[in-house]
């Protein structure tokens, strides 16, 4: 049985082995910390038997006008329990608090352009290649943002492909 719950302080002591996955940034504790101070409501952990880990979520929500969206951080799920839609639970649940209780327009996220079968589950969900970012990862692999309008987009502006790739100094951080 699997039960998804808020992320403590006392789970970064305890995801490591989530972590270890070559495709899922890690970041510092005091990264995560920050996450978990200022949008907890984003930051949730989905546990199996024996309180092992098996996957989190991170995000935040930002931007101002219709730009207001959710941003998912970060979502990995252990190799031993993929498969098993746990990745599709964690990312609904940020959905509907993008949607529900922040009002956002839509959900956006980062990929790396050779991820294949992430950019697949993420097209699943319904998230539409927005734009790429040249060398956004360490200066080197491009970066896809991907985007998911939510009911406040009534017109789905929010994901209306742009036409051209993009720098990472062209990107907008709020």
């Not at 996220?109 to 990862?137: C, D, H, Q, W």
Request: include cysteine; proline fraction near 4%.
């Amino acid at each position: 049985m699997t039960t998804i719950r808020r992320f403590s302080c006392n789970d970064l002591l305890r995801f490591t082995s989530v972590n270890l996955d070559h495709l899922t940034e890690t970041f510092n504790m005091s990264f995560y910390m920050t996450y978990l101070a200022r949008w907890p409501d984003y930051f949730h952990v989905a546990e199996g038997p024996g309180n092992r880990v098996m996957g989190y979520i991170m995000g935040k929500v930002e931007g101002q006008g219709e730009s207001w969206h959710g941003h998912v951080t970060a979502v990995t799920v252990s190799p031993e329990y993929r498969r098993q839609q746990l990745a599709k639970k964690l990312m609904n649940l940020l959905e509907d608090i993008s949607d529900k209780i922040d009002k956002a327009y839509f959900v956006d996220l980062f990929v790396r352009a050779s991820n294949t079968p992430a950019i697949k589950m993420y097209e699943k969900l319904g998230y539409i290649i927005y734009r790429r970012v040249l060398r956004y990862y360490s200066g080197e692999e491009d970066g896809l943002d991907m985007r998911k309008a939510l009911s406040r987009d009534v017109d789905k502006k929010s994901v209306i492909p742009l036409k051209r790739p993009i720098t990472p100094d062209e990107l907008e951080y709020d």
